[in-house]
T-cell receptor, first 116, second 112 residues
Framework: ETGVTQTPRHLVMGMTNKKSLKCEQH?????MYWYKQSAKKPLELMFV???????ENNSVPSRFSPECPNSSHLFLHLHTLQPEDSALYLC???????????????FGEGSRLTVL | RKEVEQDPGPFNVPEGATVAFNCTYS??????FFWYRQDCRKEPKLLMS???SGNEDGRFTAQLNRASQYISLLIRDSKLSDSATYLC?????????????FGKGTMLLVSP
């Protein structure tokens, strides 16, 4: 059982659709992350929020729009995606305090996105 | 140059075998180092941290050579349940939240 829950687990959307991925963590962490995992590629960091503030945006196209209303919830809003955006989108959380960097991220099971 | 480079495998070994994975990283300012494990169609999970002095956790031994920017993982007495993809990971931040860079992973298949 994971302390990080992602919904939906699977999503199929057209290029003109608008959809959102949701992530919730129950671990009391302050940092939350979106990663993209494509076939034959390493996990790619997309965004980091620490204490609800966006601290990293890894040159992600604007068709991906993150939202972090509080330290427990993270969204990824999707709009006019391309077929090459099809991938597994993984949410993760960790401690974000200055002295708490253990390098351990706790991942959700991912949302598998297919763009037609 | 790839930031974290690993042999993708697969490594096919029989139960009880010893197997070693290697990894190199390009960012000399990397702060901390890890091995994560990812089972098929599951999320990555931390296996162990890697320290310069070398460290062991049961059947798993990790080593770091900062001068060569090289990380290794040794698995002794392989079990069927060790079959997974092993991800070499480096962290570029010394404190606060992590910015982890992942390798593509090395697949291990342990057979009876």
């Amino acid at each position: 059982e994971t302390g990080v829950t992602q919904t939906p687990r699977h999503l199929v959307m057209g290029m003109t659709n608008k959809k959102s991925l949701k992530c919730e963590q129950h671990l009391g962490h302050n940092a939350m992350y979106w990663y993209k995992q494509s076939a034959k590629k390493p996990l790619e960091l997309m965004f980091v929020y620490n204490f609800k503030e966006q601290t990293e945006n890894n040159s992600v196209p604007s068709r991906f729009s993150p939202e972090c209303p509080n330290s427990s919830h993270l969204f990824l809003h999707l709009h006019t995606l391309q077929p090459e955006d099809s991938a597994l989108y993984l949410c993760a959380s960790s401690h974000g305090e200055r002295d708490a960097n253990t390098g351990e991220l706790f991942f959700g099971e991912g949302s598998r996105l297919t763009v037609l | 140059r790839k930031e974290v480079e690993q042999d993708p495998g697969p490594f096919n070994v029989p139960e009880g075998a010893t197997v070693a994975f290697n990894c190199t990283y390009s960012n000399s300012a990397s702060q901390s180092f890890f091995w994560y494990r990812q089972d098929c169609r599951k999320e990555p999970k931390l296996l162990m941290s890697v320290y310069s002095s070398g460290n062991e956790d049961g059947r798993f031994t990790a080593q770091l050579n900062r001068a060569s920017q090289y990380i290794s993982l040794l698995i002794r007495d392989s079990k069927l349940s060790d079959s997974a993809t092993y991800l070499c990971v480096v962290n570029s931040r010394p404190s606060g939240y992590s910015t982890l860079t992942f390798g593509k992973g090395t697949m291990l298949l342990v057979s009876p």
